[in-house]
């Protein structure tokens, strides 16, 4: 590999004190040793001209693109519940599981990632699983009963616990890819994502579980919650148990949507 810094500011005047106080000018010099240093192959490279030239913050790309939808759909999802179409609300967090199971590995694929997109990834990725785990099952629980005291306590706690859980996993997973490019083979805490298999499970279970399924929901999101902040290692799912994962979860999403259909033809 040729040494990146040979010569870096060769054909770039010096920049006086004056001009690097300047933005536009301080922009174009490291846009300029960004590119002589892409051109000698140096394979990390200063990247600042987002920073300072770009006309809009944040990541754009497909490496991004399944967070985004996600978290759309969770926004939606809990629209429906508010609205009063619950079955349809956790068919959205469902399909925002979905998502969420292969969003780290179309990233992953883009190998020229620059340490800020790492990191805007791992950011990113964390604030959606909120919202779209944390939060839009505490609005579906809520929606489907969970309003008396106790009920809002869990609520509450749990939210809590996904926020602590999100916040560790983004120090340690920091941590982790400054020392290593490996795979994480496995979780520290029960992962966030696991509401998007547990909540629709029991919803679809919800005509067997008859007037037990309001303490189902209690248990459930208790639960849950408390595995979120427990420190054990669960062992990332391989392909098949992932490909099990996703047939249960399309599973559930098609027997929600034949319910709600149903739901629906009798009302006509």
């Not at 890819?177 to 998007?196: D, H, N």
């Given at each position: 590999m040729k040494n990146c810094y040979h010569d870096l500011y060769s054909g770039i005047r010096?920049?006086?004190a004056s001009t690097w106080d300047d933005p536009q000018q301080r922009a174009w010099v490291l846009y300029r040793i960004r590119i002589k240093c892409y051109t000698y192959d140096c394979g990390e490279f200063y990247d600042r001209k987002k920073e300072e030239g770009d006309k809009m913050l944040g990541v754009y790309d497909y490496t991004v693109v399944l967070t985004y939808i996600s978290l759309m759909i969770s926004i939606g999802g809990m629209m429906f519940a508010v609205?009063?179409?619950?079955?349809?609300?956790?068919?959205?967090?469902?399909?925002?599981?979905?998502?969420?199971?292969?969003d780290g590995k179309i990233a992953r694929t883009k190998k020229n990632r620059t340490e800020d997109e790492k990191r805007f990834g791992i950011q990113i990725d964390s604030l959606s699983d909120i919202v779209c785990f944390g939060v839009a099952p505490a609005v579906l629980c809520y929606c489907f009963g969970m309003r008396g005291i106790v009920g809002v306590a869990i609520l509450m706690f749990y939210v809590l616990a996904g926020l602590i859980r999100l916040a560790w996993f983004n120090v340690m997973e920091e941590h982790r890819?400054?020392?290593?490019?490996?795979?994480?083979?496995?979780?520290?805490?029960?992962?966030?994502?696991?509401?998007?298999i547990a909540l629709p499970i029991v919803v679809v279970l919800k005509p067997f579980l008859g007037c037990e399924f309001m303490l189902a929901l209690h248990v459930v999101m208790l639960v849950v919650g408390i595995l979120f902040i427990t420190n054990f290692k669960l062992k990332k799912p391989k392909n098949v148990t992932m490909g099990t994962i996703v047939a249960v979860v399309a599973m559930a999403v098609i027997a929600i949507l034949v319910r709600h259909y149903m739901r629906y033809m009798s009302m006509m």
């Open positions: 010096k920049p006086s609205n009063g179409h619950l079955h349809l609300g956790v068919m959205c967090l469902a399909i925002s599981g979905l998502c969420d199971m292969f890819q400054e020392e290593t490019s490996e795979k994480r083979e496995c979780y520290q805490g029960l992962p966030i994502t696991s509401m998007a």
